[in-house]
Every structure is written in C-alpha cells, then in structure tokens.
Nanobody, 116 residues
C-alpha cells in the first residue's frame, strides 16, 4: 500500500523557519521524482520545488527560490522541504508528491501558517 505522510507544519512568525518531512512507503522511492506543492485558500495548487531521482537535480518556483530547499534521503524514504525567511504569503497546505510515469502519489498535506 502506497503512503506518503507529511509532517512538520505549524504556526510560525514571519521570518521564521520550518522543515517539512514526507515519509514514503509502498513503492521504490529512489526511482521517483519528488515534489512539494502548496495550495493557499482560494488558489490553485502550486508546484514549488522538485528533486530528480537521478542526480538529485532541484528546481524551484520563483516565489520560493533562495528561501526554500528540497532534499531527499533515499535510505530513509524521506523528502524534506527546508523553509526559511517565511512570509505570510507562504501560508498554505503543503503536499508532497512522488511521480514516475504513469504513477502519481500524494500525501494528505500539512498546514503551514505564517502569522504574527
């Protein structure tokens, strides 16, 4: 059974940091590209970070570039999102995603709220 379980969300003040984790099971984690998406209230789901299966190449949305870092630990079947210099506009539900054609797996999401 495929599972992706996110954790690490919460309430943080502007300028603060959080690290999200997503633990996967039920598939060959190391063979999948991994992504983080987010969805703010009333907005479409947005792809914000991705890391490749081979070589660990990373890509970021302009909105988070320079502040967020995606990484993976294949030995632990875990993908991380380190979020620094958080802004109120980063408030959203954050989802991890594992993708390898034709498979597309999603976690349940974790809420991140940036507010003073």
């Amino acid at each position: 059974q495929v599972q992706l379980v996110e954790s690490g969300g919460g309430l943080v003040q502007p300028g603060g940091s959080l690290r999200l984790s997503c633990v996967a099971s039920g598939f060959t984690f190391s063979s999948y590209e991994l992504r983080w998406y987010r969805q703010a209230p009333g907005k479409e789901r947005e792809l914000i970070a991705a890391i490749s299966d081979i070589g660990g190449r990373t890509n970021y949305a302009n909105s988070v570039k320079g502040r967020f870092t995606i990484s993976r630990d294949n030995a632990k079947n875990t993908v991380y999102l380190q979020m620094n210099s958080l802004k109120p506009e980063d408030t959203a539900v954050y989802y991890c995603n594992s993708w390898r054609t034709p498979y597309d797996y999603w976690g349940q999401g974790t809420q991140v709220t940036v507010s003073s």
